[in-house]
């Protein structure tokens, strides 16, 4: 670590100011905060300390997102074998997975990083740390076949439009991992829609099939084929064909726990987005008029991406409501739309991603209707003061 500070040292003055990268020292500062921790201290006047800053924010999400992604890694392998008719060992599911998922990671933080560079580098800023779980969210919300193009193409598009625009990280409307999300599922349509996700994989030594498709549960469900669902416990644990993130309800519930007690995610919202579903659901369940209406609440609970985006999607802390009663309000129409549609629009049997997504657009409308509410009160608490006095 001394040879690699050393190094740091004797190339930093080369983008300082006067250097002969200077033009490129927010790139050069992105690299180097990241490796060591920034040398800036405080000489004076009062200044608000905390243990926690954004980069600690950022590591704490990604440590939470570590269950759901090495379950889903070994769910992608074990899903192949299965359907070709082989018994695979945990580590042999493992690596076929980490085959596949790599490739993505690495091209999801490449485009999206690229751009974050070049903006920083146009307008003068610092790199922020918000798409190092941006870049990783990316990956884990969409199935394991999707082309790499596919997810540069969405990444560069969610970061410009969906962030950029707006003057970067803390300035967005929406959540930049569903907008990617959301621009491969408007835009390529057969790779998102929910009904099969396919491996195109031989492996030596095997007598396999070029390709496998799997109807996910979700679709299974759109189709009325309801006694070909995985079991609960398959469900529950992510032993089922889904996208890379989204199959495990232990696996996130693990993940949501740990940014509940960091206090990283808000819990408000996270339980709000249970309530809101179990109540649509249970209102579904009495309706009963198709075999849609009458899944069972649990089922819809831990059927495809509901658990992942109560936990990480919705609790996104720039896109969702901000004061403590809008984030119950908040939470609980996201729960109650994704059911909503699932039900309603076979044609979007996931219904959370757009659940959410209109939701952020409200957010802001829901905390300002929240603040006026809490004025009037106290100006109608201050006026019946008044009166007593």
Same mark, same amino acid.
């Given at each position: 670590? /001394? ?25 050069? *500062?992105?690299?180097?905060? =990241?490796?060591?921790?920034? *040398? ?8 608000? /300390? ?27 392998? $074990? ?27 690495? #091209? ?94 031989? $492996?030596?030594?095997? $007598?396999? #099939? ?35 993130? *989204? ?20 819990? /408000? ?25 009458? &899944? ?11 658990? =992942? ?32 549609? /699932? ?27 929240? &603040? ?14 008044? $009166?007593?006095?």
């Amino acid at each position: 670590m /001394r040879f690699i500070k050393n190094l740091r040292n004797r190339i930093r003055p080369h983008f300082g100011d006067g250097g002969k990268y200077s033009r490129f020292h927010r790139a050069w *500062e992105a690299f180097d905060t =990241f490796l060591f921790v920034p *040398e800036n201290t405080t000489f004076k006047g009062s200044h608000i /300390r905390d243990a926690i800053d954004l980069k600690r924010t950022m590591v704490y999400v990604i440590i939470s997102l570590i269950p759901p992604m090495l379950v889903g890694i070994w769910n992608i392998g $074990q899903q192949y074998y299965q359907a070709v008719g082989i018994d695979p060992s945990i580590q042999e599911a493992f690596y076929f997975g980490l085959i596949l998922i790599l490739p993505m990671i690495v #091209v999801s933080y490449a485009s999206g990083l690229l751009i974050e560079f070049i903006f920083a580098i146009i307008h003068d800023k610092e790199v922020n740390e918000g798409f190092l779980v941006t870049g990783l969210l990316v990956v884990l919300i969409l199935p394991p076949t999707v082309p790499l193009w596919m997810i540069a193409a969405a990444n560069i598009f969610a970061v410009m439009i969906g962030k950029e625009v707006f003057g970067g990280t803390g300035m967005n409307v929406v959540n930049p991992a569903l907008l990617s999300r959301a621009f491969i599922l408007f835009g390529y349509p057969a790779y998102l829609s929910g009904e099969i996700y396919t491996y195109t994989k031989v $492996q030596e030594g095997h $007598q396999l #099939v070029d390709g496998y498709s799997g109807a996910t549960p979700l679709s299974l469900v759109a189709e009325g084929q309801m006694e070909s669902l995985p079991s609960d416990i398959n469900m529950f644990i992510g032993n089922m064909p889904g996208v890379i993130g *989204e199959t495990s309800f232990a696996a996130i519930m693990l993940g949501g726990l740990f940014l509940a007690i960091t206090g990283v995610a808000s819990l /408000r919202i996270m339980l709000s987005v249970f309530i809101g579903g179990i109540f649509m659901a249970g209102l579904f369940n009495i309706i009963a008029l198709n075999e849609y209406m009458t &899944i069972p609440i649990h089922q819809h609970l831990i059927l495809g991406g509901f658990a =992942f985006g109560a936990v990480y999607m919705a609790t996104d802390p720039v896109s969702s409501a901000q004061t403590n009663t809008g984030k119950y309000i908040y939470g609980f129409l996201i729960g109650l739309l994704t059911i909503l549609i /699932r039900v309603l629009n076979p044609g979007f049997p996931g219904g959370v991603m757009l659940a959410i997504l209109l939701m952020n657009v409200f957010a802001p409308l829901i905390d300002h209707y929240v &603040i006026e509410a809490n004025i009037r009160r106290r100006m109608k608490r201050l006026k019946l003061n008044k $009166q007593k006095l």
